[in-house]
T-cell receptor, first 114, second 113 residues
Framework: EDKVVQSPLSLVVHEGDTVTLNCSYE??????LLWYKQEKKAPTFLFML????IEKKSGRLSSILDKKELFSILNITATQTGDSAIYLC??????????????FGRGTQLTVWP | DVKVTQSSRYLVKRTGEKVFLECVQD?????MFWYRQDPGLGLRLIYF???????EKGDIPEGYSVSREKKERFSLILESASTNQTSMYLC????????????FGNGTRLTVT
């Protein structure tokens, strides 16, 4: 079963709307949660969250983690057509002495109409 | 800026062929990864490597092998390609063992006919 669940799977909004993307997880040996944006090609890194309750912000995007309830949200305010992409949530977990590994969610496809 | 380069953007191979997917990173990263991405399934880890000549299986290693002879290069090998290996393959690298974002290549879309 999925260890990282994103919702909604797809979302269509108009320019200027605010959106909230959700990511819940069930992973032991949690280390961090990461958000990526994927347009046509390579996923690009947005945020890495390791501590609960501390908001990370970059322009119109912000994200926060709740380690007690095991979820994170990604907010995008005043959306633009350039925000159209797949947003990926990934959780890093730790196994033994080797490096952290990521479980990815299935992604949220965001479409912003002009 | 980190650059992860995958040698082919698109590749078409026949069933049973041996296929090599090459990946090179230019930032002296210790760790390298191969993922495949399928619609509705997200990214799944095939293999990873944390040092030259070291490799570990990810979540779906069956039908694949890897080679890391040099720090900057990580190759994914399909010993005998099958149609269910048609997918987008993404290579990534990272600097530290953990709490270190992955830097992805642009992907290779492989079609096996």
């Amino acid at each position: 079963e999925d260890k990282v669940v994103q919702s909604p799977l797809s979302l269509v909004v108009h320019e200027g709307d605010t959106v909230t993307l959700n990511c819940s997880y069930e992973v032991t040996n949690f280390r961090s949660l990461l958000w990526y944006k994927q347009e046509k090609k390579a996923p690009t890194f947005l945020f890495m969250l390791t501590s609960s309750g501390i908001e990370k912000k970059s322009g119109r995007l912000s994200s926060i983690l709740d380690k007690k309830e095991l979820f994170s949200i990604l907010n995008i305010t005043a959306t633009q057509t350039g925000d159209s992409a797949i947003y990926l949530c990934a959780v890093e977990w730790y196994k033994g002495s080797t490096l952290g590994r990521l479980y990815f969610g299935r992604g949220t496809q965001l479409t912003v109409w002009p | 800026d980190v650059k992860v380069t995958q040698s082919s953007r698109y590749l078409v191979k026949r069933t049973g062929e041996k296929v090599f997917l090459e990946c090179v990173q230019d930032m002296d990263h210790e760790n390298m990864f191969w993922y495949r991405q399928d619609p509705g399934l997200g990214l799944r880890l095939i293999y990873f490597s944390y040092d030259v000549k070291m490799k570990e299986k990810g979540d779906i290693p069956e039908g694949y092998s890897v080679s890391r002879e040099k720090k900057e290069r990580f190759s994914l090998i399909l010993e005998s390609a099958s149609t269910n290996q048609t997918s987008m393959y993404l290579c990534a690298s990272s600097f530290r063992k953990y709490n270190s974002p992955l830097h992805f290549g642009n992907g290779t879309r492989l079609t096996v006919t």
